[in-house]
């Protein structure tokens, strides 16, 4: 959204070139909000809202058995500290056995260990 960030370029070649579903956990909906109304200020919103209509995004909701693992992998990384929104991306890839994840939070991302790889790539 922000195009003067300077991942942006590399954010939208892999959104815009993806040649398959880009899932977005329901949780990651209302940080992104909460992101660009800080720094973007209310108009740059809806151009998300617009992508989820328009099927470019598929918002996947969590299931009960990705909070278990949210507490879970809260609790195992709480020195990070690993936080919900980051613990739910984690138990979604986790249960769709997706083995990379869009993100630029490499801090957290690059130590969490999930269960089905021995660690996840990271995008860009």
């Given amino acids: 959204m922000d195009r003067s960030d300077r991942d942006h370029v590399a954010c939208a070649r892999l959104i815009e070139t993806a040649t398959e579903p880009l899932i977005v ?9 909460w992101f660009a109304a800080a720094r973007l ?3 740059a919103f ?6 989820i209509e328009e099927r ?12 278990r693992r949210v507490r879970d992998l809260i609790a195992r990384y709480g020195d990070l500290p ?13 249960r769709l056995r997706e ?15 999930p269960r089905h790889v021995p660690r996840l790539r990271l995008l860009p």
């Fill in 25 to 33: 956990p329901a949780p990651v909906v209302v940080e992104l909000d």
């Fill in 41 to 43: 200020g209310s108009s």
């Fill in 46 to 51: 809806p151009a998300f809202l617009d992508d």
């Fill in 56 to 67: 470019r995004l598929e918002v996947l909701e969590l299931v009960a058995g990705d909070y």
């Fill in 82 to 94: 690993l936080g919900f929104v980051d613990a739910a991306v984690l138990s979604v890839a986790e």
């Fill in 99 to 113: 083995p990379k994840v869009m993100t630029l939070d490499h801090r957290h991302f690059g130590v969490v260990r």
